[in-house]
């Protein structure tokens, strides 16, 4: 009897301590996700009696030439952010492979980071002040008064600036992550068989470091979708109008309009839009393997 206390105990052990965490995530996460699920087919405006309207939430949303629109502004903030992004991280990232730069990197890395570490609102307060019609750093150098923020021509872009300039530091973390995984004999060997630069970059970085393109790739979609702060900010003092918001703030206007379901249904049509994507990740990543 007392053996079977004992393992039982110990069995039990694991997961009283477990037991926080579990009760933290059903009340944070499981319920409210939950919750809003059911919300999505109900008519709610937060108080009174919720009424049933089956997938009419979803119908209208997928109606709502805003909520198109929203979303063509996100693509447009994540193709033209994710180029330079990717491509200025890997190339800092394979720099600091060269034998002159690696005795510095205790010196380059934290330069090259701090725009993540920096506050979003914080940051894009300074953008703001760099990008102003009158009064802006940029139109005070060239001498100009150039709308950046105010023209249509124009505003979109230094959001884009403004998501790739903290972006690049993340990104050159995990290529720097990718590039350890390659051995400094495969480098030395190609060296020692006339590869140079560019050819070493084409053939041998590019090619091993494929699953790490496929993993940034995916979670900077997922960022983009996600994407709120940045805009709203640089743009607005509020919200930016929804002709130049990013999908997120279909879900703030339902909410702060009173329309709870509609705000639940272009919440959990997001989730629909990120398992997608992850879903397609899986499967190229597993033919990859």
Do not use: H
Request: charged letters at 15%; hydrophobic letters at 50%; a positive charge.
């Amino acid at each position: 009897m007392k053996s079977k206390k004992k393992n039982r105990k110990r069995i039990l052990t694991p997961y009283l301590f477990l037991l926080p965490f579990i009760l933290i995530y059903i009340v944070t996460f499981l319920f409210p996700a939950a919750y809003s699920l059911v919300l999505s087919f109900f008519k709610y405006r937060g108080y009174g009696e919720a009424t049933f309207v089956g997938l009419s939430n979803y119908e209208s949303l997928l109606t709502y030439r805003t909520m198109w629109k929203c979303l063509g502004n996100t693509l447009f903030y994540f193709i033209f952010s994710f180029i330079p992004t990717m491509v200025i991280a890997f190339l800092l990232a394979v720099t600091m492979r060269s034998r002159t730069v690696k005795r510095f990197q205790s010196f380059y890395k934290p330069i090259i980071f701090m725009p993540q570490i920096c506050a979003v609102v914080a940051s894009a307060l300074v953008f703001k002040l760099i990008f102003a019609g009158d009064v802006g750093v940029i139109n005070q150098l060239l001498g100009t008064e150039i709308p950046f923020l105010t023209n249509v021509q124009y505003e979109k872009w230094p959001v884009v600036i403004l998501i790739t300039w903290r972006g690049i530091g993340w990104y050159f973390i995990i290529f720097l992550a990718g590039l350890t995984t390659i051995s400094d004999d495969v480098e030395e060997a190609s060296i020692v068989d006339g590869a140079g630069p560019w050819q070493r970059l084409r053939y041998l970085f590019i090619p091993l470091m494929k699953p790490t393109f496929m993993l940034t790739f995916i979670t900077y979609a997922i960022g983009a979708l996600k994407l709120y702060t940045e805009p709203n900010t640089l743009l607005s003092n509020n919200e930016v109008s929804l002709s130049l918001a990013p999908y997120i703030n279909i879900i703030t206007t339902n909410v702060n309009g009173g329309n709870f379901g509609m705000a639940s249904a272009a919440g959990w049509f997001l989730v629909v839009i990120i398992l997608a994507i992850t879903l397609v990740q899986m499967k190229l990543l597993g033919g990859e393997d």
